[in-house]
């Protein structure tokens, strides 16, 4: 094992004849912010939990911190913050106590936890709600709470499942804006995420997890270069004037046949549209776009909706 602040080799998960995850390599950098993306059933909170040390491993090796799940469950979790899908703050308490009280689980005195509250109450922008009632906080305001309560302990590394799940954009970019915060004051993140552009705007590395197995790795930018095109080709056509993917698959690198568009990847998506033209086809409607994270997400884990 290297200086990577998360480090696993081999990693499994199993519950009873289930292999949620599948043998997995992991190397967490210290400052870096990590990411996993995957379908449902990938195997990413089992994952997360494992780190978390809330769930044990089934074989492999994990390092957290530099200690061992097994043996420093406890002195791990003093050390690390965790943000996990659905908030689960305390709403008879006010936004103040949430805080508060959680600070003193980690055996922090009264003072420190009063002084870390209102520092973190600045940080989330909730200090003009500090004394209110938890329930009527919009679910934005409830998400930045729950990621202040998991920063009252100095966390050297913060684990986020989801973290603007179900919030509106103005939430997110706001909530984005606070992570990014934390990765120049030097905090690790790892993060599970469903939204592409999550991953692309936070992520400095990442993996793509599927069936409980890593089927790529690295920055956003490597990952879209080794498994997409520069840009992609949008067409739409009249049903009747729909030509065979195989007529424009000389004109890319390759064709996507969906249900209401072709996706044509290419390096040159405005000379792709011309070769189409020229090819006598005529759509309805033409959009050229810079690839993304979730062309090469989608190519690697399918299309198919995972329940």
């Known amino acids: 094992m290297g200086d990577g602040l998360v480090q696993a080799c081999g990693l499994t998960k199993h519950f009873g004849s289930f292999e949620a995850v599948r043998g997995i390599d992991v190397d967490v950098a210290r400052g870096e912010v990590f990411g996993f993306l995957g379908p449902n059933g990938a195997g990413k909170s ?13 074989g492999g090796t994990l390092s957290v911190l530099g200690l061992d799940p097994d043996r420093d469950g406890p002195r791990i979790r003093a050390r690390i913050g965790v943000v996990p899908q659905l908030d689960n703050l305390d709403t008879e308490l006010t936004v103040r106590q949430n805080l508060q009280i959680y600070g003193r689980y980690f055996g922090l005195s009264r003072a420190h936890v009063r002084e870390k509250a209102t520092e973190l109450l600045a940080f989330a922008r909730l200090t003009d709600r500090a004394d209110e009632a938890v329930d009527p906080l919009s679910g934005g305001m409830k998400r930045r709470l729950t990621i202040a309560r998991a920063l009252v302990n100095d966390p ?4 986020l499942d989801e973290p603007t799940t179900g919030l509106d954009p103005q939430a997110r970019h706001l909530l984005w804006e606070r992570l990014y915060r934390l990765k120049r004051e ?11 552009d999550e991953a692309e705007q936070l992520c400095d590395r990442l993996v793509v997890m599927d069936n409980g197995l890593i089927v790529a790795e690295g920055s956003p930018a490597d990952l879209i270069a080794r498994y997409s095109t520069r840009e992609v080709l949008e067409l739409r056509f009249a049903a009747e004037d729909r030509p065979e993917v195989a007529a424009l698959e000389p004109l890319a690198e390759r064709v996507e046949e969906l249900p209401d568009r072709l996706l044509l990847y290419t390096p040159d998506g405005e000379h792709a549209q011309a070769q189409v033209h020229r090819a006598g086809y005529r ?19 399918g299309r198919s909706l995972v329940e």
């Open 283 to 301: 759509p309805l409607s033409a959009l050229v776009r810079r690839s993304s994270l979730e062309d090469v997400f989608l190519r690697l884990t």
């Open 186 to 196: 030097g905090v690790t993140q790892i993060i599970t995420t469903h939204y592409m």
């Open 156 to 159: 050297e590394l913060l684990l």
């Open 46 to 58: 089992s994952t997360m939990r494992m780190i978390a040390c809330v769930s044990p491993r089934s």
